[in-house]
Every structure is written in C-alpha cells, then in structure tokens.
C-alpha cells in the first residue's frame, strides 16, 4: 500500500484539556497538505523506535494544518510522553498518511460514541453530519470533565452533546445509544477496549463502526503451522516460519514493508492479496473486508493453507 509521508512542523502547542496536548503540523514551507476525510489517523516517527498512531481531529478542509491530540499516558510506552516533555515549537517530525480505516459512511443518522481521547476521531465526523443535514447525537464520556478534550468546541451543538463525566455521573449508559435503531442509523464509536466492547454486545454488527486503540483480542498462543509467502513483484518464496510473523519474514528477506503498530490495529502494513487464503487476526478490517480477502495486516494475520501470494 503507498502512502504519502513528508516532515512537518509543530506549528501550536496548545492544552485541550487535563493530561491532553493538542499539536498542529504544517509544511515547512507551506505548502498544501494531502485531503483527508474524518476518522482519518496519521503515523508520527517521534525518535528510533517510537513511532505512534494519532487521529486527525481539525478542519479537513483546512489545508494548510493538521491538528492532532496527544493523551499522557502515565503508564505508556514513551510515545505520549515524549510528545508532552520534550516535542517543541518548530520542531520537525516525519509523518505518514493519511489513512483511513474509520470513514464516515452516508447515512440519515448516526449516534456518536466517544470515550475520552476517542473524541478525537469523532469530532470532525460531527461537523460533516452537520453539513450533511444529517440527524446526530453524541454520548462523550471521560474519567473527569477537566480531562475531557473540545468540551468547549462542543458546545455550538447545544444538546445533541451529552457530556457524562464519570465522578459526577457515573459511567456512560448506552441504552439511548443502542435501543430503538432504525435502519438508516449507524453507531459509531470509539475509546478504551472495555466501552468497544459493551457497545458491541448490545448493538447490531451492521449498524457499528468502531475504531480500536489496542488489539480487540490476545494473539493465539499458538501461532499455527509455517506457510510459504510468494512475493508477486519478484516472484520469490519466502519461508514464514510458526513462531514468525509475515511482516518479520518479508523483511528479513530485504523487502521494505511500512510498518508502524505491529499489533493489527493501525492499518499500516495493509497488504494486497493475489491468492491464498489469509487468517485475519487483526482489528482493522470489517467483516466484509475479512470475507473478500482481497487485504490483509501482514503484522498479525497468517495463512489457513500453505501459501499466499502477495503484492510485495
């Protein structure tokens, strides 16, 4: 999958709420960013090995910015950390994208479920169902209300926004979410593992659409046979070995595969399937998606057979 990447500069540092940064990357010579459309994420190389997903939540018509919110994580890998503490005005960073896994779909109404840094993806989406003339509700819940980011952009749509700050009212209750879809409604969602999957026991898998910031499940501990990757562009085999991921074996062998999550979440190693079946273990792709198996996340998914035969 080709992707556009370039080095911007952090043009703002501003504080959007308690624990949460807001950033927004322009070109160091001011020239138009690539069009993105809501529910669109981008990769930032920050140093050596850290590299982060991060959800663009400005004015996609504004070309000229992208703007992105960085939760701290206290108990994170360096990423959030390093953003917060040492991430500067004027400070070049490589970027990747963007890409797009969360689009927003036509529809006449969607109710909109975010919980806390999930608002991100979610806040552009409201000002194109407003431009829509679609009908919409937002159910936002945070831990505390001065950790809850854009509560102020939040408050033109008056009370189609219920804000529900978890020490002042207790956890979110999905039943006005979920009961009474109709069939020109979709839900869409997206925050901690836990709120992704209370809304996805209770709400219909075609009226969904989520976006994950951890793997939906633990990997198998066993990984399965080894299988035999044929890499179309040159025609070479190469040996995937049980306790190996498709990624890691491409790459050993000298293929330059983008990668950024290695978890199935993000979207990056998204890879053409020429033949083959693949074992999807990723939390990207829809149902639908699996099914055709035209893709696949090279990262964590594998072969049911003996072997694929890919677009690298």
Not at 142 to 168: H, I, K, N, Q, S
Not at 184 to 195: E, F, H, I, K, R
Request: with cysteine.
């Amino acid at each position: 999958m080709t992707s556009h990447e370039t080095e911007l500069v952090v043009g703002q540092r501003q504080v959007a709420a308690e624990d949460v940064l807001a950033l927004t990357l322009c070109h160091p010579r001011g020239e138009e960013l690539p069009h993105w459309q809501p529910g669109a994420h981008v990769d930032i190389a920050l140093g050596p090995g850290l590299e982060r997903q991060y959800s663009l939540c400005g004015d996609p018509a504004d070309r000229a910015v992208w703007r992105i919110a960085v939760l701290r994580e206290r108990a994170g890998r360096g990423g959030s950390a390093y953003v917060h503490q040492e991430l500067k005005l004027g400070d070049r960073v490589r970027v990747r994208g963007p890409r797009n896994h969360f689009r927003l779909e036509a529809a006449r109404r969607y109710r909109f479920v975010a919980g806390g840094i999930g608002i991100t993806p979610i806040l552009p989406m409201l000002a194109a169902a407003e431009e829509a003339g679609a009908e919409w509700s937002l159910l936002y819940g945070g831990r505390t209300r001065a950790g809850m980011a854009f509560t102020g952009e939040l408050e033109r749509y008056g009370d189609r926004v219920t804000l529900v700050p978890e020490d002042e009212s207790g956890r979110l209750d999905l039943s006005p979410v979920v009961d009474g879809l109709t069939d020109d409604t979709l839900v869409y969602c997206c925050g901690p593992g836990a709120l992704l999957d209370a809304i996805g026991e209770r709400c219909p898998a075609e009226r969904l659409r989520v976006e994950r910031f951890s793997p939906a499940q633990a990997q198998p501990a066993d990984p399965g046979p080894g299988f035999e990757v044929v890499l179309a562009r040159s025609g070479r085999t190469v040996a995937v070995e049980p306790d190996v991921s498709v990624l890691d074996a491409v790459r050993s062998a000298g293929v330059e595969v983008l990668f950024s999550c290695t978890e199935g979440t993000c979207g990056t190693c998204e890879t053409e399937v020429v033949s083959g079946e693949p074992e999807h273990r990723d939390s990207v792709l829809t149902e639908e998606e699996r099914a055709a198996g035209e893709t696949m996340l090279i990262c964590v998914s594998r072969c049911r057979g003996r072997r694929l035969v890919l677009d690298l």
